[in-house]
């Protein structure tokens, strides 16, 4: 029993040191992985994680194609990144606004288009903010291939009638009955005035309202997509609504209900069974996908990263520099944390020594394609009041950003940089163009879309101007890059009087495409 005893020790001994011998020879990696596939780059703490959610997202996204006629295997201009989180907290140290009760949320940034879902990978977290995944990822979907300008309830009601989904082995259920959404409906005081929800945003509500609107704007995109006939007048609607109609009499022009009747009709229909459809599988459920470990920086300070690339305000600056400086002080060497923390110093702590760190990156990897923007972003910051010296640093900023286009061409984030660092000079065509791209690109991100508009109504290209703002007038949610876009649409429509000028693709016609995706036919 002895002898079992140390042979026994012995074992885990060896076991230990062979371990420390494999540690020591391969490179250090973290718990975060990435796994990329056609459409998405999900990151997360688990392997399975990654490789589950990358999977039902592709279905997802599969699904949508087919149902709005798009080729499966169409090349995405910028795959979606997908951050998995495991409970409030780690959302909040991207979004320190982020409140009880949130699964996600989808940001559209410069930098990066991106989503933060609360995934605690427990077998009876069934929910793993897959709804406010899908439900964004409709949205993103639609500005992708059809921007255009939509009545709100119709842009909430498509995503939440799509994001019910029902993605089972053999087939796909659309249409199915959103259970939260139904069961507001049958609650005294469940329902606002049909008006509202045809003719207002949701943010023009109060807080208490917003929910009804959501419930009736998915109950009313139901009944519509759920009948052939009223699925066809739906883009009859749509243009009546465009052309400047009240959206409530263009509804009883189109329709033939009043609000009250309207209403009386979506009870009646909730009232029944609601139909779903399913569709058959026609391809493996098992998307190619390739799955990585992060480098260990990324351990602290991925999440912060993503922060980074929202702004952080200037009271919180000072605390968040701090925990980034002492975060990347755990591993001076490591590319990872040492590029977040320079982003950090640049944008509002020790530029000269966050520039420092970009051009050790730099000299390691010329063509570090994160480093070249984050000092080109740098010296556009930096760049004195002084027009000379002001010219010069531009200029620098703009050598950095074409090196940046070399590695990659299709980054919106070097586009917008470039054309800044040119945007002391008069506008061409050219620049314009650049914008345009950047929007092509990037088309849900409303800072974008206003900078190619001001750069095309410069050249003189009204339409395409307009087609830029239209989608981002219509946001739901308003702000001031909506409010801005519709103020753009006004000094557009001055300027056009009622000359056509000739575009490259004009807003009447963006609008038929997104008619014709959204009305199915």
């Known amino acids: 029993m002895r002898r079992k005893g140390l042979w026994g020790g012995r074992k885990v001994l060896l076991g230990l040191a062979a371990a420390a011998f494999l540690a020591a020879g391969s490179p250090a990696r973290a718990e975060w992985l990435r796994a990329e596939s056609d459409h998405f780059v999900v990151y997360g703490r688990s392997e399975r994680s990654v490789r589950e959610y990358a999977t039902m997202l592709e279905d997802f996204d599969s699904l949508l194609r087919r149902l709005h006629g798009r080729p499966k295997d169409e090349v995405t201009p910028r795959k979606l990144p997908v951050y998995l989180v495991s409970n409030l907290g780690q959302l909040k140290r991207v979004l320190p606004s982020a409140k009880e009760g949130m699964a996600g949320v989808y940001l559209s940034t410069v930098p990066e288009v991106f989503v933060v879902a609360i995934r605690d990978g427990d077998e009876l977290d069934q929910n793993k903010g897959d709804d406010t995944v899908l439900h964004e990822y409709v949205h993103h979907f639609m500005l992708q291939y059809y921007p255009s300008a939509y009545p709100a309830w119709l842009v909430e009601g498509y995503a939440e009638y799509y994001m019910t989904v029902d993605l089972a082995k053999t087939r796909m259920v659309v249409g199915g009955v959103n259970r939260g959404r139904a069961y507001s409906l049958t609650q005294p005081g469940g329902w606002i005035p049909m008006e509202d929800v045809l003719g207002k945003r949701p943010g023009a509500l109060k807080e208490r309202d917003i929910y009804a609107y959501y419930a009736q704007a998915w ?35 189109v329709y033939g209900d009043d609000p009250e009747g309207l209403r009386r009709k979506l009870q009646t229909y909730m009232n029944r069974p609601i139909p779903a459809g399913a569709l058959p599988r026609t391809g493996p459920l098992e998307p190619a996908m390739t799955v990585t470990h992060l480098p260990p ?47 950090a110093e640049t944008a509002f702590g020790d530029r000269k020594a966050g520039e420092a760190i970009l051009d050790d990156l730099l000299a390691a990897d010329p063509k570090d394609e994160d480093a070249l923007v984050a000092l080109g972003e740098s010296r556009l910051a ?54 345009v791209r950047a929007v092509v690109l990037a088309p849900q991100v409303g800072h974008l879309r206003l900078d190619a508009a001001r750069a095309l109504i410069q050249v003189k290209d009204l339409d395409t101007a307009r087609a830029m703002l239209t989608p981002l007038a219509s946001n739901p949610h308003g702000g001031g890059e909506v409010e801005a876009a519709q103020a753009m649409l006004k000094t557009i429509d001055a300027k056009a009087g009622d000359e056509a000028s000739d575009g490259p693709k004009s807003a009447d016609k963006a609008s038929a495409e997104g008619d014709k995706a959204a009305s199915g036919s």
């Open 297 to 343: 920086g990324a351990d602290d300070l991925i999440l912060e990263g993503q922060r980074l690339k929202l702004g952080v305000p200037k009271d919180d600056r000072a605390e968040t520099l701090a925990d980034i400086r002492a975060a990347a002080a755990k591993r001076p060497k490591d590319r990872f944390s040492q590029l977040v923390l320079a982003k």
């Open 382 to 435: 930096a760049a004195p009041d002084d027009p000379a010296q002001r010219a010069a640093a531009f200029a620098q900023a703009g050598k950095l950003f074409a090196r940046a286009f070399k590695v990659d061409p299709d980054n919106p984030e070097t586009l917008h940089g470039y054309a800044e660092a040119h945007s002391l000079e008069p506008m061409t065509e050219a620049m314009a163009d650049i914008r």
């Open 219 to 253: 109950l009313l995109t139901h009944y519509i997509l759920s009948d052939p006939a009223r699925h066809r007048q739906l883009g009859a609607y749509l243009k009546a609504v465009r052309d400047g109609d009240d959206p409530v009499k263009a509804w009883d022009a």
